[in-house]
């Protein structure tokens, strides 16, 4: 959080939900999954921008891509904002997008 404060960038991955604690979100056209509630707190806490940053192959290079702010909102309306970037990332370039276990229940 003190980097945060500091203003400086901090990339926390929030695409799944690790700890079964997270938010249920809908991901279009998909279903409900749940994603980690952190991101969208500690904005709401530090008043720091929400914004998806998603990777993608282009030939040999790599393309990062990095969203506008998300937001304000209660910290489930954030992370389903955030889940709609992630889907529209994923659709584009499904093979950029690494899933080591199951995410749709």
């Known amino acids: 959080a003190d980097d945060i404060r500091h203003g400086k960038l901090v990339c926390l991955l ?14 279009p056209g998909a279903g409900t999954v749940n994603v980690p509630a952190g991101p969208a ?21 790599l393309r990062i891509s990095v969203t506008d702010t998300i937001g304000p909102g209660d910290p489930a309306s954030l992370m389903q904002g955030a889940v709609r ?11 950029s ?5 199951s995410l749709f229940r």
């Open 14 to 27: 929030s695409d799944r939900d690790l700890s079964s604690r997270g938010i249920a979100v809908e991901w």
């Open 41 to 61: 707190l500690l904005a709401r806490r530090t008043g720091a921008d929400l914004r998806v940053a998603t990777t993608s192959f282009d030939g040999d290079r």
């Open 85 to 95: 970037h992630f889907a529209t990332a994923v659709a584009a370039a499904p093979s």
């Open 97 to 101: 997008w690494l899933m080591l276990r």
